[in-house]
């Protein structure tokens, strides 16, 4: 059997030292040679099919290069192209990506944050992170949430503008009894999109009565459902805290024999994946999904690299997606 090739095989056809030829094939160290060098060595690494023994390198190094990547609900269309991009952007730094699903659930989220850490898991990306959650203790970033501290990296959309470009749509058609079936207010993204569409409403001179304002439990189909059939019966139209909720609405709307959008308006968050396809085609705030997790990706390297710099918050840019689900009111 032919044997695998070495460290060494790889300096010699590089025309380097192993250990530049090591440095060069390690992302964290990757640095400290030339780029012109590093590219060399990892063209001869290719040719020769190297691959470096990461349990050999883990005793050498103290890292893994792996992070876990842990999030509420892989059911929902919004996080694959997240979890794509940032797979995508710890590929690029020689970084694998060892994700987990919790479905929302706390005790899982722990019980798989303590598996990976027994893995030497180098960090984490987490898109479960709560408002109140304390900062963790090893490296770690916040994808499409924030803590009310700021005190963990995070990569968020800009939900505020999200949230104003629908009321001002609606607004611009006609609309004065907005309704609003918000997110779960201790996540980020549904207390900061309820904020928004308060504030909104006032810049407008429009009123936000209590009972056109719902809560739903979960970012999910089914909450939304409840939410909106909670809604005072007057509204006509409903900016939902995300696409999911945005669906419920449509489900709650034909239960109560309304037609969207002749009868009530609907506006999601997100522009999740099909969210076109759905009937009537879901007004929807577009995020730039995989780029946040390449964003994420980039500050949980940067992280793992200086772990004492100050948390970085990174807002994302948003885009409103006008289709079928609004109409000026009858």
Same mark, same amino acid.
């Given at each position: 059997?032919?044997?695998?090739?070495?460290?060494?095989?790889?300096?010699?056809?590089?025309?380097?030292?192993?250990?530049?030829?090591?440095?060069?094939?390690?992302?964290?160290?990757?640095?400290?040679?030339?780029?012109?060098?590093?590219?060399? @060595?990892?063209?001869?690494?290719?040719?020769?099919?190297?691959?470096?023994?990461?349990?050999?390198? +883990?005793?050498?190094?103290?890292?893994?290069?792996?992070?876990?990547? /842990?999030?509420?609900?892989?059911?929902?269309?919004?996080?694959?192209?997240?979890?794509? =991009?940032?797979?995508?952007?710890? *590929?690029?730094?020689?970084? +694998?990506?060892?994700?987990?699903?919790?479905?929302?659930?706390?005790e899982r989220e722990r019980e798989l944050l303590l598996a990976m850490r027994g893995?030497?898991?180098?960090?984490?990306?987490?898109?479960?992170?709560?408002?109140?959650?304390?900062?963790?203790?090893?490296?770690?970033?916040?994808?499409?949430?924030?803590?009310?501290?700021?005190?963990?990296?995070?990569?968020?959309? #800009?939900?505020?503008?999200? /949230?104003?470009?629908? @009321?001002?749509?609606? %607004?611009?058609?006609? *609309?004065?009894?907005?309704?609003?079936? %918000? =997110?779960?207010?201790?996540?980020?993204?549904?207390?900061?999109?309820?904020? %928004? !569409?308060?504030?909104?409403?006032?810049?407008? =001179?429009?009123?936000?009565?209590?009972?056109? @304002?719902? !809560?739903?439990?979960?970012?999910?189909?089914?909450?939304?459902?409840?939410?909106? +059939?909670?809604?005072?019966?007057?509204?006509?139209?409903?900016?939902?805290?995300?696409?999911?909720?945005?669906?419920?609405?449509?489900?709650?709307?034909?239960?109560? =024999?309304?037609?969207?959008?002749?009868? @009530?308006?609907?506006?999601? !968050?997100? #522009?999740?994946?099909?969210?076109?396809?759905?009937?009537?085609?879901?007004?929807?705030?577009?995020?730039?999904?995989?780029? +946040?997790?390449?964003?994420?990706?980039?500050?949980?390297?940067?992280?793992?690299?200086?772990?004492?710099?100050?948390?970085?918050?990174?807002?994302?840019?948003?885009?409103?997606?006008?289709?079928?689900?609004?109409?000026?009111?009858?």
């Amino acid at each position: 059997m032919e044997k695998p090739p070495t460290i060494k095989d790889v300096a010699s056809l590089a025309k380097v030292h192993a250990a530049t030829a090591s440095r060069a094939l390690n992302p964290q160290t990757r640095g400290k040679v030339s780029t012109r060098t590093a590219n060399r @060595v990892l063209e001869a690494a290719k040719t020769l099919g190297y691959a470096p023994n990461s349990a050999a390198r +883990m005793l050498r190094t103290k890292t893994s290069s792996v992070a876990g990547v /842990i999030i509420p609900d892989l059911r929902n269309p919004v996080f694959p192209p997240i979890v794509r =991009g940032i797979e995508d952007g710890l *590929h690029e730094a020689g970084y +694998m990506a060892l994700l987990g699903n919790t479905d929302g659930d706390e005790e899982r989220e722990r019980e798989l944050l303590l598996a990976m850490r027994g893995r030497q898991t180098d960090g984490f990306i987490l898109a479960t992170g709560r408002r109140t959650d304390p900062a963790p203790t090893v490296p770690t970033v916040l994808v499409n949430r924030r803590s009310d501290a700021g005190d963990v990296p995070s990569v968020t959309n #800009d939900n505020n503008a999200g /949230i104003f470009s629908a @009321v001002e749509l609606l %607004a611009s058609l006609g *609309h004065t009894r907005i309704g609003h079936a %918000a =997110g779960p207010q201790g996540l980020s993204t549904g207390w900061e999109r309820y904020r %928004a !569409f308060v504030d909104a409403m006032d810049s407008h =001179g429009l009123a936000v009565e209590p009972g056109r @304002v719902t !809560f739903a439990t979960a970012f999910t189909e089914e909450a939304g459902y409840r939410a909106a +059939m909670a809604l005072q019966g007057d509204v006509t139209a409903i900016i939902a805290g995300n696409d999911l909720i945005a669906l419920g609405c449509y489900s709650a709307l034909a239960e109560r =024999g309304l037609c969207c959008p002749d009868d @009530v308006s609907v506006v999601g !968050f997100n #522009d999740m994946p099909f969210a076109d396809r759905q009937r009537p085609g879901l007004t929807t705030v577009r995020i730039p999904h995989y780029e +946040m997790g390449l964003e994420a990706a980039r500050l949980l390297l940067e992280r793992i690299a200086n772990p004492t710099t100050p948390a970085k918050r990174v807002i994302l840019p948003v885009e409103l997606v006008r289709r079928g689900s609004v109409a000026p009111p009858r």
